[in-house]
């Protein structure tokens, strides 16, 4: 009757700041979350530690993990691999952890697709905030800089269909305050409740 | 492009506390909902005051907005009406605020029907958690108090089915923390965070 453990997949355009909000998060006292460390080709920066900041491997073992399916998901950037492995994340659920990856939005499809339930949070660039709110405020007024801006806009809110969540990246501190609601929130919903108290109740029967 | 406030309903069996939970929910300092007060045919009690603790109304007087539809739900317990008037809800989220009723299951049904939208929240008795632990701890043993607790439980199970959360009272504090945090992330479901940036890129085509 333990609970299963959620996967939180946060994820955004790229330059929104995935890694200082993943970094603070993680710096609270009090949360309970497990982070899934990626796994990379590339070498190790000074200072990173493997199994800390990422699992170092060559291209060779990186190959062999995409043929016995053992990533949840990877992609390739300026020639090197980047994957999340898939046995940490089912064994931290299952262990009744929450398990948060911090991954790209082209990442973030392959894992719907195995991990439909997932909760997936897309963080938002504060400029789509400022955008609405100058659109808001500067009546019909045309300016060059907000029409360039609305291109890149309408991409990034294309984006956000495959999430259940958005949560803006104003400020670091705020941003963590809504992705620990919705995952206190996501804990309380009925479908999840319920279920632990039926298996209850078949129990006894 | 202003954002409408939620309807949160807040209800579960007799006995759970909805009253002590919702009181502690507005008496911290950093509370941004808007409470709405029933109407009652009851008489005041010593300390209750007119438009604070109760709208108090004859019953001629409450049996006219029920023909005019002025009710968004009522209900009748021992010869008194009890009601939750609609013009301030509606008002109250137009102006882009919250507002929560705490109200009996029979009420919130009667709301859901009105109000598919709103935020339905289940407040459990802690004593289904101790009868979950309770049975997952002794093994295969009965005790009576738990075949007779089972009943009861059932029926409050039951009732969870219509809510799209349930938060236990085991602490009113963690139960208002578990509250504050499903509006939090409400108010951040990527449905209605997209919905207004497609509102903005709307307005400028």
């Known amino acids: 009757m333990k609970e299963k453990g959620?996967?939180?997949?946060?994820?955004g355009p790229s330059g929104v700041g995935k890694g200082?909000?993943?970094?603070?998060?993680?710096?609270?006292e009090n949360t309970q979350f497990e982070y899934s460390i990626s796994i990379t080709t590339r070498p190790p920066r000074e200072?990173?530690?493997?199994?800390?900041?990422?699992?170092?491997?060559?291209?060779?073992?990186?190959?062999?993990?995409?043929k016995e399916g053992k990533l949840l998901e990877y992609a390739e950037y300026v020639g090197n691999y980047y994957g999340t492995p898939v046995d940490y994340v089912k064994e931290t659920m299952d262990a009744g952890k929450d398990v948060v990856l911090e991954i790209e939005v082209q990442g973030a499809k392959q894992v719907r697709e195995k991990f439909p339930d997932g909760l997936f949070i897309f963080l938002a660039p504060p400029s789509l905030e400022e955008l609405k709110n100058r659109i808001v405020s500067r009546g019909t007024?045309?300016?060059?800089?907000?029409?360039?801006?609305l291109e890149e806009a309408k991409k990034e809110i294309e984006m956000m269909d495959l999430y259940d969540y958005v949560v803006v990246n104003d400020q670091?501190?705020?941003?963590c305050e809504r992705i620990k609601a919705i995952v206190k929130?996501?804990?309380c919903r009925r479908e999840r409740v319920a279920k632990?108290?039926?298996?209850m109740l078949e129990g006894e029967k």
């Open 196 to 199: 632990m108290y039926k298996k």
């Open 47 to 66: 200072g990173e530690v493997d199994g800390v900041d990422y699992f170092f491997k060559t291209r060779e073992e990186f190959e062999r993990l995409i």
């Open 185 to 187: 929130a996501e804990h």
């Open 20 to 28: 200082t909000v993943r970094k603070a998060l993680f710096e609270q």
């Open 141 to 149: 007024e045309t300016e060059e800089l907000i029409i360039n801006r």
């Open 172 to 175: 670091v501190e705020l941003a």
């Open 6 to 11: 959620l996967l939180i997949v946060l994820s």
